[in-house]
């Protein structure tokens, strides 16, 4: 939303503020301004001027050597406009004074200083200026000429010497808003004259509306029926004859302009004036394009055809409203009228058309017909039916002061379920607790009361305007009396009570999760869970594959996002095949996001959603590095001493000889291995590319925070190492396992060091080497303690077939 200053000022006398004083006041009272421009900010010493005499330059074919008054002296300007003639009056740059930018519409931050110099050797003591050098444009004042000097209208009250940028309405500053969208009366010139009223405790002084309309009745002129009350709660309709078409009045024009409005005319200006000034949209209609002169508010028929002003035809269906005559569409309600009952110069009767529709509607209909307009916009908001009478009235009021025709008396209003001013018990203590302030009642029904709340003493009870539809209990209420007590006068105070708070253990658990995968140097990435049905292509998989069974989008944005994800693995891919691309040498990512797996196609029921921890790299990494950060998320939850892999897990998107499924406590949990290299190459990665799936729901079952902790060891260590000749098929687990169950309560510690196959191990075979530590908690070990536990556990690897290596 913006507003002009100069018009906010109009409406609030006395308001003597910069525009930075106030849209910081604004902002703090809760009206948040984003920006404000002076539209003069690079205009000075621009008067108007009065051509006296024009003769040629000698040494050219197109300047002008012209004597040109400017009230306090008379200049001489050399120009090469087309346009100029004896005794117009036109804008003139002065001698050290600025423009805003070029002929060609270019701006130059800051202006261009003019000074005065020879011109083919003739001296020129100022400029003559465009339109587009002062900073504005032929839409904004299509008076001006396409090409050539702006000229001042004959019958302009102006004398030389005057200031341009007072005379043509460019002294006013043009202030942007970010209005929250449940603040329905700010969108609109009052509303937001009513909170700077508020704000700095000026008065609110809008233009009085006048009674208007002759002694005729407009239902003698047409009639109107509306079919969907839910859709439109109110429809009001006026009547002008005689209408005279001609521009409007400069004051209107250059409130409109600073609107970032172009004005058209008389007509069109007033309906453009009242949306803006009150947040009405309206619509005028030719009368004699009506047929029957009978208004129907319905449903359009499935498929009907409509053409809009624009001359758009578009195609209808029957959750659209239209403003239909007894034949015909003639506007799509709340949006845009059509262009057979469109307003010519021509025109003698005109039906005045304002109404509230319902907001949701306009605004699902705005997007199916691909129209949107500043009144569907308005309406989208959800518009108070009590504005729609009031912005009609003002309307004729300004029909009549403008002499744009002779208004009808009367008016159709129908108006069946009226929405009258609600209560609020008036709770000053309630107020100040939810605040945390010591406000006096009679302070707040102050701060209320520029508002327009009302106060019953007698009850004890506020009383809210229809305009205010965002005020419904206390709570709203104590937001209106802060924003005038002043936020930042508020005292900071701890919350009182008891309250249940706090992270849950699946958010604790997820958290340590995602902070101990940050720790190992993987970065998070946030992947979509709607894929494309290709993926299941990229990833190998058979077309018999249960994860193929996906469940499809019935809305899609498109093929690519068609499907809901039942595997965690694209999305990290793509993000590192982007970054392979890009040439980023070395690349560890996470994601923590659902997959989604049907019970059954097509669905009849909610899909199961399972949440998966997706570690993925390529560069710096090796499956033992992935291994390593797997085992720290799993040491972290006090899960790893009960973790096993099996390498039979047969994923055809895993390198054959480089995966491994994840097991704790015999239950899979995940899976861990290098990608096949087809399948990296399907995401354009040449490099081996290392990745970890595990199920977080299955962490957080199995999860322990129940750490013990143990002392410093009092008593030294024992080590011996371990080096063996392995069947290859044993693995590293198995050993290990060995060692925990026949090592005894004194086996400490044990630690692979060493693993090789080559030329010096039989084939079919591999080496091992393991340091194994001994200690006691409650003496020094002997070395037939040592050699007791050595013997059990030689004796259990040898019945697995390993044997020393000598």
């Known amino acids: 939303m913006r507003t002009s200053l100069k018009w906010i000022k109009a409406l609030v006398p006395g308001l003597d503020v910069t525009p930075q004083e106030f849209a910081d006041a604004m902002t703090l009272a809760g009206n948040k301004v984003e920006y404000y421009t002076d539209l003069a900010a690079d205009l000075d010493k621009i008067v108007v001027g009065r051509i006296l005499s024009i003769r040629p330059h000698e040494d050219s074919d197109h300047l002008l050597i012209c004597q040109v008054d400017v009230g306090t002296k008379t200049i001489q300007i050399v120009t090469g406009a087309p346009n100029i003639r ?34 083919r050797g003739v001296s020129s003591e100022g400029m003559m200026c465009s339109i587009e050098e002062l900073g504005s444009s032929r839409d904004m004042y299509p008076e001006a000429p396409e090409y050539g000097i702006y000229v001042f209208e004959e019958d302009a009250d102006l004398m030389p010497g005057d200031d341009v940028v007072r005379a043509l309405g460019l002294d006013d500053v043009v202030v942007e808003y970010e209005i929250t ?132 035809e578009h195609t209808l269906d029957a959750s659209m409203l239209m403003i239909c005559d007894k034949d015909k569409p003639i506007g799509l309600a709340g949006i845009m009228g059509g262009a057979n009952s469109m307003i010519t110069d021509d025109v003698h009767t005109m039906l005045f058309e304002a109404a509230t529709f319902d907001g949701t509607n306009i605004r699902l209909s705005s997007r199916r017909a691909g129209l949107r307009t500043d009144a569907s916009a308005k309406f989208e908001k959800g518009l108070d039916p009590n504005l729609a009478i009031e912005g009609m009235n003002r ?23 009226r929405v009258n001013p609600w209560t609020l018990p008036f709770q000053a203590d309630a107020y100040n607790h939810l605040l945390g302030t010591q406000i006096s009642p009679e302070q707040m029904i102050e701060y209320l009361k520029p508002l327009g709340i009302g106060y019953d003493r007698e009850k004890e009870q506020l009383q809210i305007p229809t305009y205010r539809q965002d005020l419904h209990c206390d709570a709203d209420i104590a937001e209106e009396i802060a924003r005038f007590y002043g936020y930042a006068n508020i005292p900071t105070s701890l919350p009182g009570g008891s309250y249940a708070g706090g992270l849950s253990r699946k958010q604790r658990i997820e958290g340590l999760i995602r902070d101990t995968a940050e720790f190992c140097g993987f970065s998070q990435a946030m992947c979509y ?72 196609l097509p669905l009849t029921e909610l899909p199961e959603e399972r949440l998966k921890l997706t570690l993925g790299g390529y560069g710096a990494i090796d499956f033992y590095q992935m291994k390593g950060a797997v085992e720290e998320i799993l040491a972290k939850l006090d899960m790893r001493d009960r973790v096993s892999y099996d390498p039979g897990s047969g994923y055809p998107f895993l390198h054959p000889g480089r995966q491994a499924n994840i097991h704790y406590e015999g239950q899979e949990i995940g899976y861990i291995g290098q990608m096949h290299p087809s399948a990296a190459g399907n995401y354009g990665i040449k490099d081996p590319v290392y990745v970890a799936v595990l199920d977080v729901g299955e962490l957080v079952c199995h999860a322990n925070f129940a750490v013990k902790y143990e002392g410093i060891a009092n008593f030294p260590a024992s080590r011996r190492d371990l080096s063996m000749v392995v069947p290859r098929e044993i693995l590293a687990g198995d050993i290990e396992d060995i060692f925990a169950s026949c090592g005894g309560r004194i086996l400490e510690s044990y630690e692979l060091f060493d693993i090789y196959e080559g030329a010096q191990i039989l084939s079919g075979y591999k080496s091992m080497a393991y340091t194994l530590t001994f200690r006691a908690k409650d003496r020094n070990l002997s070395d037939e303690d040592v050699n007791q536990s050595m013997d059990s556990i030689l004796k259990a690897l040898k019945e697995k077939g390993i044997r020393l290596r000598e």
């Not at 070029?102 to 202006?111: F, L």
Request: glycine content about 10%; proline content about 5%.
């Open 181 to 312: 969208s449940n603040r329905v009366d700010c969108f609109s010139v009052l509303g937001l004259a009513r909170e700077a009223a508020a704000t700095f405790g000026r008065d609110f002084c809008p233009d009085p509306v006048t009674e208007t309309g002759n002694r005729e009745d407009v239902r003698d002129y047409v009639s109107v029926e509306v079919k969907n009350h839910d859709l439109c709660a109110r429809y009001t309709a006026r009547l002008v004859k005689n209408v005279k078409i001609a521009p409007s009045p400069k004051w209107m024009q250059r409130r409109l302009m600073a609107q970032g409005i172009r004005p058209i005319n008389n007509i069109v200006d007033i309906t453009n004036y009242v949306m803006e000034e009150y947040g009405q949209p309206m619509h005028a209609y030719d009368l004699d394009r009506i047929a029957d002169q009978r208004i129907v508010v319905r449903n359009a028929a499935e498929g009907e055809k409509f053409t809009s002003l624009d001359g758009q």
């Open 86 to 119: 004896e005794g117009q009056l036109v804008p003139v740059a002065l001698d050290g004074g600025r423009v805003a930018g070029g002929h060609d519409g270019s701006k130059t931050e800051g202006g261009i200083r003019i000074k005065a110099g020879k011109l």
């Open 395 to 417: 309307a004729c009021q300004l029909i009549e002061e403008l002499g744009a025709g002779e208004v009808v008396g009367g008016v159709i209003d129908i108006y069946p379920e």
């Open 529 to 600: 869970s709607f894929e494309s049905p290709r993926v299941f292509d990229k990833l190998l998989l058979p077309a018999e594959d249960p994860l193929r069974k996906a469940i499809r989008i019935s809305n899609p944005l498109g093929e690519d996002f068609s499907i809901m994800r039942t595997c965690s693995l694209n999305g990290i891919l793509t993000s590192l095949g982007t970054n392979y691309s890009r040439r980023n040498a070395d690349v560890w990512l996470y994601e923590m996001g659902n997959v989604y797996l049907a019970k059954s």
